[in-house]
């Protein structure tokens, strides 16, 4: 029981810590180049009944929360809106409250996304830095990547995003709110033309998802559903990716090893020439 208190507490630490380091808002454009936002949801642990013929029976739906990213007041989240429905008011975060939640932490830092389902491991990565090597990490990928790679990767983001809104059972899939869940909580402070072709991006591949027949678009419920082909058209892309993942890494491992050699070369020039000093 007090390693579990001790737990919660390392995580409300955590959230705060993150609230705190964000400064999107100081430092946002109006291109919005310049992310780093934390998008922190989390489903609390399902209250659970147990039969007489010891079956366990589950909650029918889960409660998605949204902590909110106010790091100057005390923790706060609020239950996502339901279909239909009025945005509800924040609760105050307890302990309690995300013993055994399952979290969901999106950190959005300049184009990079990076994905954590720990506060804890958020924390640490944003206290050790390792958040700036992933985006490194991530600008190599990109720069090592072909035009039909980053098309394809395109499709599965967003084919990926309108399965994910349509388990949620998100009323009215449409562009704009596809183009939301992959660019973050901020889509909405971008400008101008950069926000128009953006948009328009988005819908030309979600155009080609309904030509390929991935995607149909429910005329009664203005909203576009995933079909039956669309787990084996990601599982497909999915196995290309993953070796294109595997060229760039050992293009990459190359690269390191030339380096190192290279490096323990001009050490060696270095002590022929003027010896190894004292």
Known sequence: MEKANVRQRIQ???????????RHASTITSDVTDYDTYWIHFIPREQSSESEEGE??????????LVEPEPDKPLQARRMRELHGEKQKPRPL????????????????????????SPVTAALSRFTGMFWLFRVWNEI????????????RERKTVLETIVKLDDERVPGISNFSVAREIKGPDL???????????????R???????????????ANRKTYTPTGKCMASLLEWERELRIHRAHVMREAIIILFTLVIAAGTAIQA?????GTPP
């Not at 939640?101 to 990076?114: M, N, P, Q, S, V």
């Not at 720069?143 to 394809?152: D, M, P, Q, V």
């Not at 400008?191 to 991006?201: P, V």
């Open 204 to 218: 030309r591949i979600i155009e080609s998802l309904v030509f390929t027949e991935e995607v149909r678009y429910d």
């Open 94 to 117: 307890t302990p309690a409250l995300i013993k055994g939640a399952e979290f969901e932490i999106r950190h959005f830092y300049k184009d990079t996304e990076t994905m954590y389902t």
């Open 141 to 152: 990928l990109k720069a090592n990547a072909s035009r039909k790679t980053k098309f394809l």
């Open 270 to 274: 270095y002590q022929a020439l003027y």
């Open 188 to 202: 909405h402070l971008v400008r101008g033309e950069k926000k128009l072709r953006y948009l328009r991006h988005i």
């Open 56 to 65: 366990t029976s589950k909650a029918p739906e889960s409660v998605r929360m």
């Open 12 to 22: 409300m630490r955590a959230l705060r810590y993150l609230l705190k380091k964000e």
